[in-house]
């Protein structure tokens, strides 16, 4: 069968706890985990379950979770409770516990559930039992091994990233004694999300078998992390691509750093397998966001990351205008199993989210795109040459 211009088909996986929607960060938290449950009866209601495999994620264990983060802290994360909090004030303190990541009911069962599917869908891809796994409620970037850190407390992509590497080899590569089959592990880690993939970065910032690059607004903006000039540290020297952006970026501008940037990825590292973080707050109309891209726009990165036919793990991520990270996050698994959503909505649970319009896709708006043309063709030109230097 000849491939299309949307490349093979793909054998799809994606996680869904139908508790999900439950956990509640508290009285004006921009953080709603309820938008996954969004989502999800948008995705269903256009049909998309009947396109892949869906599964319930497996809580992540105690011991799983351990795999990155220091015990005193996931034990911490275990037993501290809203009502009990106050006995706990140095522990809260140490731990980064307080404003934006605060203690709320359930708070562990929800960290095992969404690393829980980031790493279903990782053990999935090992097994070759799927070419792209889904985990909208995973994405939580910015965890520390002992911290807590912008809504995020345990980082269930370390954690995926460490499972996959497990299992995937890239290109084999000579050795000094002549070509031999040597096994050269790569992950590339693709972060979307506006905010500085910090948590990811720093876990890989010493190694050459995780590349990691984010795109993020940078200057004045949390977590403040990720210049330009921030390539990585010894063996990792040139393996952290990080791309400041200005204020309202379109889609065009988005897409001519995104795709010469990540073709050179490809083609120097080569990974095994890909994890792209599609948080949904670098959309149009971001209660917490100032970028200008259109839903696809930004599904314009799934759809390039697809077509590199690498084993490909989607995770959600921030997204604070509820209504638009659900149609963010149910036209990007329409990408990922290879069909093009009708605008016009179908009824689902949560039509009145979508008025006036009940369509798929909102204009951007007429904000000034302060990424100027040479501002965008000067840093491309920098990481690409980055890239040139780790070249064989
Ligand atoms: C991945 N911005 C996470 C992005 C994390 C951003 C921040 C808030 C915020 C928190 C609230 C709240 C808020 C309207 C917005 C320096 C501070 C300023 C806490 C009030 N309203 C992701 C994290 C960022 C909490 N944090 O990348 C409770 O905005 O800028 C900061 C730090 C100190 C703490 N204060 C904010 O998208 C998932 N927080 C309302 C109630
Ligand atoms: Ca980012
Ligand atoms: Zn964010």
């Known amino acids: ?44 209601h256009y049909g998309l379950h009947q396109k892949m495999d869906v599964f319930a994620p497996t809580k992540a264990k105690e011991r799983d979770l351990c795999l990155f983060h220091a015990d005193d802290y996931v034990r911490f994360l275990k037993t501290v409770t809203p009502e009990t909090q106050h006995e706990q004030i140095r522990q809260l303190k140490r731990f980064n516990v307080g404003e934006d990541c605060p203690v709320f009911d359930g708070l562990f069962p929800f960290c095992q559930t969404y690393a829980g599917g980031s790493l279903g869908g990782a053990v999935r891809l090992n097994q070759k039992m799927a070419d792209i796994a889904i985990n909208w409620a995973g994405g939580l970037h910015h965890a520390k091994k002992c911290e807590a850190s912008g809504f995020c407390y ?38 979307i999300d506006i905010h500085h993939g910090d948590g990811v970065e720093e876990a890989f910032y010493t190694t ?12 004045d903006y949390f977590p403040g992390t990720g210049d330009i000039r921030d390539v990585g540290f010894e063996k990792g020297k040139y393996y952290s691509l990080n791309v400041p952006l200005n204020d309202g970026i379109d889609d065009e501008s988005y897409q001519c750093l995104f795709k010469p940037i990540i073709s050179k990825v490809m083609e120097v590292f080569q990974p095994g397998a890909v994890v792209l973080q599609c948080g949904a707050d670098s959309l149009s109309g971001d209660r917490l966001g100032c970028f200008n891209l259109s839903v696809k726009g930004h599904a314009e990165c799934v759809r390039f990351m697809r077509s590199f036919n690498v084993p490909l793990l989607l995770v959600g991520g921030g997204g604070y205008t509820m209504r638009n990270v659900a149609r963010c996050w149910c036209y990007e ?60």
Not at 166 to 184: D, M, N, Q, V, Y
Request: aromatic residues 12%.
């Open 1 to 44: 069968l000849l491939a299309g211009p949307e490349g093979r088909k793909k054998r799809v996986c994606y996680y869904y706890d139908s508790e999900v929607g439950n956990y509640y960060y508290g009285q004006g938290h921009p953080m709603k985990p309820h938008r996954i449950r969004m989502a999800h009866s948008l995705l269903v």
């Open 154 to 191: 345990v980082n269930d992509i370390v954690l995926a990233i460490l499972e996959l590497l497990k299992f995937h080899e890239g290109r084999f590569t000579s050795s000094a004694a002549g070509p031999s089959l040597l096994k050269c592990q790569r992950v590339l880690y693709i972060d």
């Open 208 to 219: 050459d078998r995780v590349m990691t690059v984010s795109f993020h607004k940078f200057g």
């Open 333 to 392: 698994t329409g990408v990922a199993v290879g069909v093009e959503l009708e605008d016009k909505m179908p009824y689902n649970e949560y039509y009145e989210y979508f008025g006036p319009d009940y369509t798929l896709h909102v204009a951007p708006s007429n904000m000034e795109n302060q990424n100027s043309l040479q501002y965008l063709q000067t840093i491309r030109e920098r990481l690409l040459e980055n890239l040139s230097r780790l070249q064989h």
